[in-house]
C-alpha cells in the first residue's frame, strides 16, 4: 500500500465528516445560505494568500529543483485562484473587503506557515497536502452528483476539474515518493501533519457554516 492510501485511510473519519458536513451538503444542492458562502468566500481569499506563502517557503526547502519547481507552480496557482476569487466572487456576491482571519482560518494558516518554514520539507509536504487531495474529493463528489441551477455551480467546476486533478496528482506522488526515502520517525511527524491539516480543513467549513469569529 502506498503511504498517500495509508493516509487517506487513517483520515477517512475526517473526510467523511467533511463531505458531510452541512456545509458541503448544501453547497451540493445550491441551498447554502449566500451569507454562508460569502463568509467562506471572503475566509478562503485571505486563506490563499498565505497558502501560496507556505508552498513557496517549502518549495525553497525542496531537495531538488524539480520537486521546488512544482511548489512554486502550486505556489503562483494558488495566487492566480485567489486573484479569481477576488475579480468574480467578490463583484458578484458583493464583497468589498475580505475582512480578517476568522479563528479557523488563522489557526489553518498560521499552522502552516510554521511547518513550511520550521519542519523538513517531507512534513511541510503532508501537511500541505489535505488542501489539495480533500478539494479533489470534495470536487469530484459534488461534480458527480450535480443539481441544476444551482448557484454555486462554477465553484465545483473548478474543483472538480481535469487541470485541477493534475497538480493533485503530482502532490500525491512527491509525498509518496519522500515517504519511501524517509526515517519511520519522519514518516510518524508526516501523519500526524496530513491528519492535523485534515482536521483543519474541516473546521475552516464548520467556522464558515456558524459564521464564527471571535468570541470577544
Ligand atoms: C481552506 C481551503 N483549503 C483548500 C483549498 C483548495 N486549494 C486552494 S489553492 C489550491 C491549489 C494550489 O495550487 C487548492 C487545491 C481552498 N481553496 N481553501
Known amino acids: 500500500m502506498s503511504f498517500t492510501t495509508y493516509l487517506w485511510e487513517e483520515a477517512l473519519p475526517i473526510y467523511r465528516q467533511i463531505s458531510q458536513h452541512p456545509f458541503n451538503q448544501e453547497l451540493k444542492t445550491g441551498t447554502l445560505p449566500v451569507e454562508k458562502f460569502k463568509f467562506y468566500i471572503a475566509q478562503d481569499s485571505l486563506y490563499l494568500a498565505d497558502f501560496a506563502r507556505a508552498l513557496a517557503a517549502a518549495g525553497s526547502r525542496a531537495g531538488n529543483s524539480h520537486d521546488a519547481l512544482d511548489f512554486f507552480q502550486f505556489a ?67 461534480y458527480a452528483s450535480q443539481s441544476s441551477g444551482n448557484p454555486y455551480q462554477s465553484w465545483i467546476d473548478a474543483y472538480g476539474g481535469e487541470e485541477f486533478g493534475h497538480s493533485v496528482r503530482k502532490a500525491l506522488d512527491i509525498c ?15 501523519r500526524e501533519a496530513y491528519l492535523t491539516a485534515s482536521r483543519l480543513e474541516y473546521i475552516f467549513w464548520d467556522d464558515a457554516y456558524h459564521l464564527r469569529t471571535w468570541p470577544c
Open 176 to 190: 509518496d515518493r519522500l515517504a519511501e526515502q524517509a526515517s519511520a520517525g519522519t514518516c510518524t511527524k508526516m
Open 76 to 142: 503562483q496557482n494558488a495566487i492566480l485562484v485567489e486573484r479569481a476569487l477576488h475579480l468574480s466572487y467578490f463583484k458578484n456576491y458583493e464583497i468589498d473587503n475580505a475582512g480578517t482571519k476568522g479563528p479557523g482560518c488563522f489557526a489553518y494558516t498560521s499552522y502552516l506557515l510554521s511547518v513550511s518554514a520550521f519542519e523538513s520539507f517531507e512534513v511541510a509536504v503532508a501537511a500541505l497536502l489535505p488542501c489539495f487531495w480533500i478539494y479533489k474529493k470534495v470536487g469530484d463528489d459534488m
